[in-house]
Antibody
């Protein structure tokens, strides 16, 4: 079973940028669909975006609130996925989780999450 | 976007109780539907996928049912480790989650 570990969170000012990472073990990320999901403090889950497997085209999709500001990418040599977040807003403050997309769109093998705080 | 609406938003129950949580989708999601459990300070955990299939290691007291737009998660006999927040999610289109249902101790 695959394991995912996020890293790279921290404090960033509004308008700033940060890149968070998701390291995969026990699976090859270019063979699976993967997603980012976030959770603002004390709030529910919000899907952020996904990276489709290479064999299925390798494209990305994003939720409306982050489209044009966030970019998901993959480094196959390192078996890692990234979430580049630009022009950050205070409402982007959240724990960011990476997950694997499995049967019928379910999200499995969640990492422990990494906290991104956007504040001046 | 497909909106997912859970009810109730919270439920108080005792160990041994039967608990039912419902989720309604704003459009037909067929069987592209899942439930998650989240405990404080932890990542969500997949409980049920494809409406009614238990994820690996999930106890049989959990069950899911429904189709199309209306879905139900049932815990047949609540255990102490089941006090948590439960979320529904559709994967038919770009994924969306319900707002969550908190199950706490009566």
């Amino acid at each position: 079973e695959g394991q995912l570990v996020e890293s790279g969170g921290g404090l960033v000012k509004p308008g700033g940028s940060i890149r968070v990472s998701c390291a995969a073990s026990g699976l090859t990320i270019n063979n699976v669909w993967m997603s980012w999901v976030r959770q603002a403090p004390g709030k529910g889950l919000e899907w952020v975006g996904r990276l489709i497997s290479k064999i299925d085209g390798g494209t990305t999709d994003y939720a409306a609130p982050v489209k044009g500001r966030f970019t998901i990418s993959r480094d196959d040599s390192r078996n890692m996925m990234y979430l580049q977040m630009n022009n950050l807003k205070t409402e982007d403050t959240a724990v960011y989780y990476c997950t694997i997309v499995t049967t019928l769109g379910a999200l499995d093998s969640w990492g422990q999450g990494t906290l991104v705080t956007v504040s001046s | 976007d497909i909106q997912m609406t859970q009810s109730p938003s919270s439920v108080s129950a005792s160990v041994g109780d039967r608990v039912t949580i419902t989720c309604r989708a704003s459009q037909d999601v067929t069987n592209w539907f899942a439930w998650y459990q989240q405990k404080p300070g932890k990542a969500p955990k997949l409980l049920i996928y494809g409406v009614s299939f238990l994820a690996s290691g999930v106890p049989s007291r959990f069950s899911g049912s429904g189709s199309g737009t209306d879905f139900t998660l049932t815990i047949s006999s609540l255990q102490p480790e089941d006090f948590a927040i439960y979320y529904c999610q559709q994967g038919k289109t770009l994924p969306t989650f319900g707002q969550g249902t908190k199950v706490d101790i009566k």
